[in-house]
């Protein structure tokens, strides 16, 4: 399977954008994982395969929703009140092989290209 992200841009602060990542087959576990220049590539959020149990980060304090429509192999990240701190390219993945959700890149096998999220304070 691939994964195809989109929906970035430049915000400012306060906010508010969807991301998308569309894959070309089913998939079970997805992810969004962000990386900042210079920083690890770290958890955002993760849904289970028909999207009843969606987990995140710390960071993310309620402000971001995960969400999925299998019947388009979509998975969505609804981002508000972003934040200057956000910045980053963010990449959904997949997990192909299990189905227990997952919090760290070693798990996540299918990743797609990211897309850049810039938030102007």
């Known amino acids: 399977v691939q994964l195809q992200a989109s929906g970035g841009g430049s915000v400012q602060a306060g906010g508010s954008l969807r991301l998308s990542c569309r894959a070309s087959?089913?998939?079970?576990?997805m992810g969004w994982f962000r990386q900042a220049p210079g920083k690890e590539r770290e958890f955002v959020a993760a849904?289970?395969?028909?999207?009843?149990?969606?987990v995140a980060g710390d960071f993310v304090k309620g402000r971001f929703t995960i969400s999925r429509d299998n019947s388009e192999n979509t998975v969505y990240l609804q981002m508000n009140g972003l934040i200057p701190e956000d910045t980053a390219i963010y990449y959904c993945a997949a997990r192909s092989r299990a189905t227990v959700i997952g919090r760290t890149v070693r798990q996540y096998d299918v990743w797609g290209q990211g897309t850049q999220v810039t938030v102007s304070s």
């Open positions: 087959g089913r998939t079970g576990v």
């Open positions: 849904i289970s395969w028909n999207g009843g149990t969606g």
